[in-house]
Each structure stands twice: as C-alpha cells, then as structure tokens.
C-alpha cells in the first residue's frame, strides 16, 4: 500500500462547497476502511488531513473515490473496534456512541476524542487491551473514570485532570482489563494543541 489519492475524475461537472457534516461523514469512512485493512496508517493520515481541509465536495468524493461504501454502525449504535496484527486508529471528527468496545489485539488501539463533539452525557469504553495497550486522547474539560478497569499486568495511567465533566462534556467510563499493554489516558500534548489551533485558526 501506499500514501497515493486515486486519480481525479474528469472535470467538467459542478463543484458545491463542503460542509462539516459531509465532511465528518468522510473522516468516518476513511477510519472505517482503515480498520477494515483497506488502508495503511500511511494513506490515512494523508487523507484523514485533506478530509478536515476539504473546500468542496469535489476534494471529498475523490478521498473516498477507491472504497466501497460504508457497511458500518449507523449513528448510536455500539461501535465495536479491533486492533488485530495493525492496530486501529480513531481520530479526526468521528461519531461517538454511547458504547465502545475495543480489542487491541497485537497493534493497538488508539482513540482520539480532541476533535469530536457530542452531547451524550456518558460514554462506555470496553476494553481488552492485551498486548497492543490502548490509548486514548480526551480534551481539557472531559472527566475518565478508569477505577474499573483490571491493571492486570500492563496496567492503567489516567492523567487526565478532571474530577467531574465540564458543563456540555460527557463522562467517559472505562472498563475492562489493561492486559500486557496497558491503558493511558491523557489530554492532548503540547505538539497536539499546536496542531488543533492550527486547524481552528485555519
């Protein structure tokens, strides 16, 4: 595999500006191919980028132009990830339901909250991080309860700062087991908020 865009369709027809939702809409099937295998880390994060600073619906059809379409989970249904040999990555402006189960597998799991919005008040987060660990990113603000969660022999680094969710932000309770990889959970390092203000400011 590699980072390359399929190529362009033949212009000529009508171009309409993005919008945000189309845009999520593309973020989603793009992390939904990737945990499928039909993309490497390498082509999403090249398009995971162009997706978020997509114009028009024109740069957006041609991200997703060599994938078949979504089969996934619709809008508040569980969402159900696994790392296998790879690992799996969510990131960008991703739809979040109530529940997550994540098998880390061998690769990992990695779960970046700092560009989603949701007006759940609580978030269930299954985990089996077995050998790959999980790792999850939460923004300022949002409050992680990992006190059920197994250590087992990887075990669990919540940092995160908040004792109760800000007014507007959900709780997002862990459980399961840590396994060999562990769990951490944190908010966004000093590189990461350079990077969303960047893209706030863009």
Known sequence: M??????????????????????EA???RLQDAAAEGRLDFAE????????????????LSLLVADLPPAAGAGPGEPLDLKGGMHGVVRTGAWKVPALITVNAGMGGAVLDFTRVSTRLPEVEIRVKAK?????MIVPEGWAVDTDRVDPSMGGVRNRTTAGEPAPG???????????MGGVV?????????????????S
């Open 2 to 23: 590699t980072a390359e865009l399929p190529e362009p369709a033949a212009p000529g027809s009508p171009v309409f500006r993005a919008s945000h939702a189309e845009r």
């Open 26 to 28: 593309v973020v989603e």
């Open 44 to 59: 999403l994060d090249v398009r995971l980028e162009k997706a978020l600073n997509a114009k028009d619906q024109g740069e």
């Open 131 to 135: 050998t790959g660990g999980v790792k």
């Open 169 to 179: 932000t959900p709780l997002i309770r862990v459980t399961g087991s840590a396994g």
């Open 185 to 201: 959970v944190r908010h966004p390092n000093a590189w990461e908020r350079r990077k969303l203000k960047r893209e706030l400011e």
